[in-house]
């Protein structure tokens, strides 16, 4: 803006004015301003304008590059911050380098709040980063409010306990999880597939195979389930990477789903619904989440909102990879 100035031969103050619509300049001077602008190509730091006035209006958002889910997210994310005149600021979590990088180069960029998808670091953490900026998490369940700490999620315990009723309604009862590992939202998933078996009186049916949420992780699961004497005659999977992993590696072996595995997913990402998988899945509402998570970052900001756990309600999407157990899936399991 000084470098507009001297070549125009203005004052800075009159350049400043002149690009943000100002009134207080002659239409010569105006013109003579925005094309010297033109010409050496300037270009306003919105958000050193934005930090002069004491506020920021950039929300820096963490995603994990490998969720399909987490990209959905995203996509709602940006409109809705453009919705109320705020800007995205994105950064990666990657698997080998330590979650507080990205996060503290999202704070170096100036970020006046923090939407996080599904991070990964300890619950003290975060309540400690909440003490340096609002936060929100995506995804996640924390126990007990905390200052400039907010969450929102689906309810997971309804989405296993409905994934599970549905199974048990088409006569399923061998029903196994394959479940997450440490990523985000999986020890609650375990925890209410157990609880969901137990209330149905199949406790002793439960079996929870560990996996993660990727690809790699069902196919492996897939294996475990091919070795073992005893197949299940259904399996929910941690999420839905986890489940077309599964689908690819029994389909591979020569096990028809849902003929001999019916198999549900979690998420309802945009793979899910493809022709070639049609994936029974636990749908989560990423744009309704996105939306909740932006608004409770810029309250954060206001000053309007302070904390809260908003949790959406789950709904079970019923395709092609889930049927009642024929008599062929469930000699198998005699076996």
Not at 86 to 98: I, K
Not at 128 to 147: F, K
Not at 216 to 229: C, E, H, K, Q, T
Not at 275 to 297: F, K
């Amino acid at each position: 803006m000084a470098d507009v100035a001297t070549r125009a031969g203005v004052s800075r103050t009159l350049v400043s004015f002149i690009l943000d619509g100002k009134p207080g300049a002659s239409e010569e001077t105006r013109q003579r301003v925005l094309a010297v602008a033109q010409q050496i190509g300037y270009r306003p730091d919105s958000a050193a304008r934005l930090l002069a006035r004491g506020r920021s209006r950039t929300l820096g958002v963490l995603m994990d590059v490998r969720q399909l889910f987490e990209a959905e997210l995203v996509t709602g994310i940006y409109p809705a911050a453009e919705r109320l005149g705020y800007e995205v600021l994105l950064s990666a979590n990657l698997p080998d380098r330590d979650e507080a990088v990205p996060i503290e180069a999202l704070l170096s960029h100036r970020c006046g709040s923090l939407i996080l998808l599904g991070p990964s670091s300890g619950a003290a953490e975060l309540r400690m980063l909440a003490e340096r900026v609002p936060v929100v998490v995506v995804g996640r369940r924390l126990d007990g409010p905390s200052p400039g700490l907010a969450t929102v999620r689906t309810d997971d315990a309804k989405g296993i306990r409905d994934a599970v009723g549905y199974l048990v309604e088409l006569g399923h009862r061998e029903i196994h999880h394959v479940d997450g590992g440490k990523d985000p939202g999986s020890a609650d998933r375990r925890k209410a597939y157990r609880a969901a078996m137990r209330s149905h009186g199949l406790l002793k049916q439960a079996n929870v195979i560990p996996g993660a949420h990727d690809e790699a992780a069902g196919a492996a699961a897939a294996r475990v389930i091919l070795d073992s004497a005893t197949r299940p005659t259904a399996v929910l999977a941690g999420n839905d990477r986890c489940a077309i992993g599964l689908l690819d590696g029994l389909s591979r072996a020569g096990i028809d789903v849902p003929g001999d595995i019916s198999l549900i997913g979690y998420d309802d990402s945009h793979l899910s619904d493809n022709p070639r998988i049609d994936l029974t899945t636990v749908h989560q509402d990423a744009d309704e989440l996105a939306r909740h998570a932006v608004r409770l970052a810029v309250a954060m900001l206001d000053g309007t909102d302070d904390t809260a756990d908003v949790v959406l309600e789950p709904r079970l999407v019923i395709r092609g990879t889930t049927a009642p157990p024929t008599q062929r899936s469930t000699s198998v399991v005699s076996k």
